[in-house]
């Protein structure tokens, strides 16, 4: 948090404190809340995290895991969610004492938290497309067993790592340690003579790239894919509804989770470009809109483990099995587990629906566990 002069070219460095007909409007109420709102909502948002990705790390790294570009997109999913939970202790205690680690530990935080938000969000847009395919393609036999099939799934995710660094890297340039309000902050400093532009352009262009094109890309795509369900013949009505539903709470939460951030981000934008704010009482609600709804966006790293991997393939067995071995590889006595088996919907095109056996469709099909 920061005190500075607002709507003057140098600062739209910065945040908090603005100047309003040359008076001060004092945030230290904006600061109190943040000091106690985000330590707990960060610490609870870690938690839960680490231990979803956690497992869905452990279960995916198995190479026979491994069958599909979703498989593949879900594992780099985890990671990245862990690499971005992983930067929260740290703006805890900026949010509390103020930052304390020296400019390299901010250029390095700021920079792994940008690049793995930006990279979640395109993770998510990937698998909706690979969803899609699936059902356009009628797929068979997709199985990754092959090496040049890996190839393009290892590809395709190194792409989407890349444009998630190239949208990290102002956070990695311009990210250094300022004294504001009596103590240390990590914050961007753009050069002064593009500080106005360079803020706005970054800010619309996280909003698109970070919310717009997944959001639509994932609405094209599982629109397509419910619609292919509808038509299949030889499921039953019961799992059509179960399935489709699946597909309805995965926009859903991504929209409950990122609309409201990416509409508080917007507004900023167009506050740098065309001075919207002009009331301090506007100001703080703006400063307390954008804590509550950061942290809002956040709370999808706890969530994606839930919605990709849990509903997305026979994860609960998966992770059984991990227990099993890690249990005898440490001596432990084999117990009997009753595993009640999932019920998946093939997400095939209609054509194909009667061609292929059950067993078939479960090996070479993308498949979603009700």
Not at 262 to 285: F, P, R
Request: one cysteine or more.
């Amino acid at each position: 948090m920061e005190d500075f002069y607002y709507h003057d070219e140098d600062d739209f460095n910065e945040t908090y404190d603005y100047n309003y007909e040359f008076s001060i409007c004092d945030k230290e109420a904006v600061r109190h809340f943040s000091s106690i709102f985000l330590p707990v909502i960060y610490a609870l948002t870690l938690a839960v995290g680490l231990f979803g990705n956690a497992m869905v790390v452990m279960v995916y790294t198995s190479p026979q895991r491994l069958r599909t570009l979703t498989d593949m997109c879900i594992l780099n999913l985890a990671i990245s969610d862990l690499l971005l939970l992983f930067t929260l202790p740290f703006w805890a205690a900026d949010a509390v004492h103020g930052w304390r680690l020296g400019i390299a530990a901010c250029k390095l935080n700021t920079f792994l938290y940008g690049a793995n938000f930006s990279c979640g969000m395109l993770l998510l847009a990937c698998i909706s497309v690979d969803r899609y395919c699936a059902v356009a393609r009628n797929a068979t036999g997709r199985t990754g067993s092959g090496p040049p099939t890996k190839k393009k799934w290892i590809l395709v995710c190194a792409v989407l790592w890349a444009i998630a660094v190239l949208l990290g890297l102002p956070d990695l340039i311009f990210s250094t340690v300022r004294h504001k309000s009596h103590k240390p902050v990590c914050m961007a400093i753009y050069p002064h003579n593009i500080a106005r532009s360079a803020k706005a352009a970054l800010e619309l262009l996280e909003v698109i790239l970070r919310f717009v094109l997944p959001f639509l890309v994932m609405v094209v795509c599982y629109s397509l894919v419910g619609w292919a369900l509808c038509r299949a013949s030889g499921v039953c009505r019961d799992r059509k509804c179960r399935a489709l539903r699946v597909l309805l709470v995965v926009v859903a939460v991504f929209v409950l989770t990122q609309l409201p951030y990416n509409v508080v981000k917007l507004y900023y934008a167009m506050d740098i470009i065309y001075l919207l704010v002009t009331d301090c009482e506007v100001s703080k609600g703006l400063d307390w809109a954008v804590q509550v709804t950061e942290s809002l966006a956040l709370a999808h790293a706890c969530i994606n483990p839930i919605l990709y991997a849990c509903i997305g393939s026979s994860f609960k067995g998966n992770v059984i099995k991990a227990a099993k071995r890690l249990g005898q590889r440490f001596g432990g006595r084999q117990r009997y587990v009753n595993e009640e088996p999932a019920v998946e919907i093939a997400l095939k095109g209609p054509a194909n629906t009667h061609s292929q056996s059950a067993s078939d469709q479960d090996q070479d099909t993308s498949t979603f566990t009700i």
